[in-house]
């Protein structure tokens, strides 16, 4: 990371993205780490705060979906963790999230039984005093105050965790680093973001992102509850950006208010790395700096005042 005075905007951002394929090997490669996550058939819950909860719900859907047991999503401050859990699994970059540490603290004041399970990006945080096992990707760790690489990172290790092969991931990641950005994209008015299953996640977290790192107006939604409202918002020179398997007739309708449908057959993970390309971009085009955004800091530590 270079000195304040010489610091180029958005460096940090830019390595940290552009890393993501080579990463993502590196977590998908960690077979004891992957040992400590919970076993097939074990009811769970899964949370964490903001990115993190949204790859929860991606992790969550997953899980669930392929049959490997009952998996629950929560953002941490809003986690019902009374429901006989065998294992919960909190995802935290930085380890110092007041409400994951609270949760936490709770967990094991009133003694339950769940095994708790923290995947981290920094090890040297609180967090490791107060889970059972804790999963570190330091190597995934990140300077820019938006997250980028842990997030897929921890998804991605996740993911290998439920038996998938990531390399074709990793492939489409690293063919979408290669491609001009297009401009339309870049320079659009509005977004809204869409997902189905797992992809649900991916479209609140890109909405977050670009959000985050250029102050966009960005919306987020299930892909079929798209045209139960949200579709009053399309219009020409905004864009609608799907991941995943689409809803029939949905492409037509959205292209039928002159706003850009944006949909790859490709993973959305890998499709997340097109949108953090495009966030960055935008960000520069408008003169702020994604590394520190308005607002934001790296971990959210509240006052116990």
């Known amino acids: 990371m270079t000195d304040d005075n010489t610091r180029v905007p958005g460096a940090d951002l830019e390595a940290e993205l552009t890393s993501q394929p080579d990463v993502w090997e590196r977590a ?7 040992a400590l996550l919970p076993a097939d058939g074990q009811r769970i ?3 964490g705060c903001g990115t993190s909860w949204f790859m929860a719900q991606s992790y969550a859907s997953l899980r669930e979906r392929t ?4 998996t629950d999503a929560f953002a941490a401050s809003e986690a019902l963790v009374d429901r006989d859990y065998d294992a919960i699994v909190a995802i935290t970059r930085s380890g110092t999230t007041t409400e994951v540490l609270e949760l936490l603290e709770q967990l094991r004041s009133q003694g339950s039984r769940a095994r708790t399970i923290a995947v981290i990006g920094d ?14 990707l330091p190597f995934a760790d990140e300077h820019s105050v938006v997250q980028t690489r842990f997030a897929t990172s921890a998804l991605a290790l996740l993911r290998a965790s439920l038996g998938e092969d990531l390399a074709p991931v990793i492939a ?18 509005q977004y809204t973001f869409l997902g189905s299953g797992f992809s649900v996640g991916i479209a609140h ?15 987020s939604y299930l892909a079929k509850e798209y045209r139960h409202g949200p579709i009053a918002i399309a219009a020409p020179g905004r864009v609608t950006w799907a991941f995943g398997e689409l809803p029939e007739g949905i492409a037509a309708d959205t292209a039928a208010t002159g706003a850009r449908f944006e949909h790859r057959d490709i993973d959305a993970m890998a499709d997340l790395v097109r949108l953090h390309r495009v966030a960055l971009e935008r960000a520069r085009r408008k003169g702020l ?6 607002n934001l800091t790296r971990s959210v530590i509240l006052d116990p005042r």
């Open 205 to 219: 977290e890109a909405a977050l992102k670009l959000r985050e790192s250029s102050q966009s107006w960005t919306e």
């Open 28 to 34: 998908v490669a960690l077979a004891p780490e992957r």
């Open 123 to 136: 090890p040297n945080t609180p967090i490791i005093d107060l889970a059972d096992d804790v999963v570190a």
């Open 172 to 189: 489409q990641a690293r063919a979408v680093l290669d491609e001009p950005l297009d401009d339309e994209l870049v320079d659009a008015d």
């Open 67 to 70: 049959g490997r047991g009952e």
């Open 45 to 47: 819950a899964v949370v």
């Open 289 to 294: 700096d994604p590394d520190q955004p308005r």
